[in-house]
């Protein structure tokens, strides 16, 4: 199970952190990401990290976003940086193993003054 947190209304330029808890499965050995949809687009992957520390960003996030993992704590956080309101989407953390893939529920992000 994936629960994810910590979504809310930002204003443009402002920050925000956004949590997935995992539970129910070996966290650590799957590959974790962050996936947004904004409303009327596709899903978009934003964020993504190995079981180990290798991390990958999209260009529209790369130097703003931060992906991190806790593999103690089973947690995957997204620290989110100079937000602006192309980034207002609901945000979804995946977890992926072989052909094992897991959602969470999503939470909304909003950017707007």
């Known amino acids: 199970q994936l629960q994810a947190s910590g979504g809310g209304l930002v204003q443009p330029g402002g920050s925000l952190r956004v949590s997935c808890a995992a539970s129910g499965f070996t966290f650590g050995s799957y590959a974790m990401s962050w996936v947004r949809q904004a409303p009327g687009k596709q899903r978009e992957l934003v964020a993504s990290i190995g079981h180990g520390i290798g991390v990958d960003y999209s260009d529209s996030v790369k130097g703003r976003f931060t992906i991190s993992r806790d593999n103690v704590k089973n947690t995957l956080v997204l620290q989110m940086n100079n937000l602006t309101p192309d980034d207002t989407a609901v945000y979804y953390c995946?977890?992926?193993?072989?052909?094992?893939?897991?959602w969470g529920q999503g939470t909304l992000v909003t950017v707007s003054s």
């Open positions: 995946n977890a992926q193993r072989g052909n094992l893939n897991f």
